[in-house]
């Protein structure tokens, strides 16, 4: 085992380093800046903009923490997100050997390492990984709790995962739920107390600090009321969901269609459903059904969590199948070595020909872009300078100016204006950039053009080519 560990470790580090050495999204560049500030003595703030902006709070201190003695925080960031990377693949492990063989948790690893969103964002300095690392923890927990031999202190451990990512809110509900319904007797209060622990104290800081619970990310992105779930927004979870599970999704299917089909198989199949599968399911299901209800924009990032779940059902399921069709060993060790073969063509495919060329316009047409006017911005500005936009991370951090963000992630101050225009007529900024998104003919400014750039797109989904501009503001009054 720790012969192949040897050889996945190093070898998905040199794939996640020759695949995506530049990529870096701009969410990242928001962590940065808010590590940025806080080192600099403003506080838990944003280029001085004191907003909740972040659903991922413990993220930009670690960011601070480690890059205070490491200096560049944008490669601390990197660093961190691939170091929890390979930290998810080892424990990965380890967790699948609490209820597989040597041989299906392997295969669990290949799958897990291998996963083209995994290796995607295991290099960005965004908290995905660290997501799925708690994930990883969150499952240990589940299946060593029947052995009784996890130490109260480790609830404190997971109870980290809602400051990592916000949908572990909702898991750890989940979680609690199904410990109450299956072993009451052994569900221990204190443990649920530590549990929500680190969740407290961060929500009564948040309270005082900002003056609310609620990150200004969720009234973005999550604003709507629910039941506003609509065709488009079906079609691009479900995409997202099979783009990066498709291969083991199959063989649920097959497995699951294999164990309907024979007696035996049948009840196999509802045993499933009566252990702990049960609620790794209901980690995937409930994901996908609170934010198609809430319609969100759901990325890849945000369902990086679900791989390893999804993961482990798909080995359990193609083993009972496995069994119920009284297939032999050696036979069953082809079915796994099949389904790592099929992950590694799909993932490699699906890399190749769409994730990295994603990435690669990116780089060269969003972050250079952006750069280049981050450094107009800095010659120009002054240090009362501000700056009105909708992508504020890498601007923010590098520019000198304070942001006014149109899309209100990390300033709260725009949710008080009904439109931009508004908005922007308000904050009166010295300087404007735009990518169609803003009315001109309603701001109440001269405005004078300094910078224009043709972007490829801005993503997987918004592969349009994109005009933004940046203009210098005159205000009369």
């Known amino acids: 085992m720790k012969k192949t560990l040897i050889v996945i470790v190093p070898a998905f580090c040199l794939a996640a380093y020759l695949l995506y050495r530049h990529f870096i999204p701009d969410d990242a560049f928001i962590h940065v800046g808010y590590a940025k500030d806080l080192l600099a003595g403003r506080g838990y703030s944003f280029t001085g903009n004191r907003t909740y902006g972040s659903t991922a709070p413990l993220w930009p201190p670690l960011i601070a923490a480690v890059g205070f003695f490491a200096g560049n925080l944008i490669m601390t960031a990197r660093v961190l997100s691939l170091v929890f990377a390979v930290a998810s693949i080892i424990t990965f492990y380890y967790t699948a050997r609490l209820r597989f063989s040597e041989m299906e948790s392997l295969a669990a690893t290949f799958l897990l390492s291998a996963n083209a969103y995994f290796l995607r964002w295991s290099l960005t300095g965004m908290e995905s990984t660290a997501a799925v690392f708690f994930m990883v923890l969150l499952i240990t927990t589940l299946y060593k709790e029947n052995d009784g031999t996890l130490p109260r202190a480790w609830y404190i451990l997971i109870g980290l995962a809602p400051l990592v990512r916000p949908e572990f809110y909702l898991f750890f509900f989940l979680f609690f739920l199904y410990a109450l319904a299956v072993r009451p007797r052994r569900l221990d209060p204190f443990k649920v107390i530590l549990a929500a622990l680190p969740s407290l104290i961060w929500l009564a800081f948040a309270e ?101 779940p999804i993961i482990l059902v798909a080995i359990e399921l193609t083993r009972k199948s496995v069994r119920s069709l009284g297939i032999s060993p050696r036979l069953s060790q082809f079915v796994l070595i099949a389904m790592i073969g099929a992950s590694l063509f799909y993932n490699a495919a699906f890399t190749w020909v769409i994730v990295k060329p994603d990435a690669d316009a990116f780089y060269k047409g969003f972050q250079t872009t952006y750069s280049r006017m981050a450094g107009i911005l800095h010659d120009k500005a002054n240090a009362n300078s501000q700056v009105a936009l909708s992508d504020v991370g890498l601007i923010g951090v590098y520019s000198g100016c304070r942001v006014d963000d149109l899309n209100g992630l990390v300033d709260k101050d725009r949710f008080r204006y009904a439109t931009s225009e508004e908005f922007i007529n308000s904050e009166k900024p010295e300087f404007l950039i735009t990518r169609g998104e803003v009315d001109l003919n309603k701001l109440r400014c001269s405005l004078t053009q300094i910078y224009e750039a043709s972007l490829p797109g801005f993503g997987i989904n918004s592969t349009h080519p994109v005009e933004v501009r940046m203009f210098r503001a005159s205000w009369t009054n």
């Open 208 to 308: 005082a600090y900002y003056g609310t619970i609620t990150p200004t990310t969720f009234l973005a992105k999550a604003g709507e009321p629910f039941f506003t779930l609509q065709a488009s927004t079906l079609y691009r979870l479900l995409k997202l969901y099979l783009s990066g599970s498709l291969v083991e999704t199959i063989f649920i299917v097959l497995a699951a269609v294999a164990l309907a089909a024979k007696d035996k198989g049948r009840k196999q199949l509802k045993g499933t459903f009566e252990s702990e599968s049960i609620l790794l399911f209901g980690f995937v299901a409930s994901f996908y059904v609170f934010y198609g209800l809430k319609d969100v924009l759901v990325i890849s990032r945000y369902s990086l969590v679900l791989t390893p």
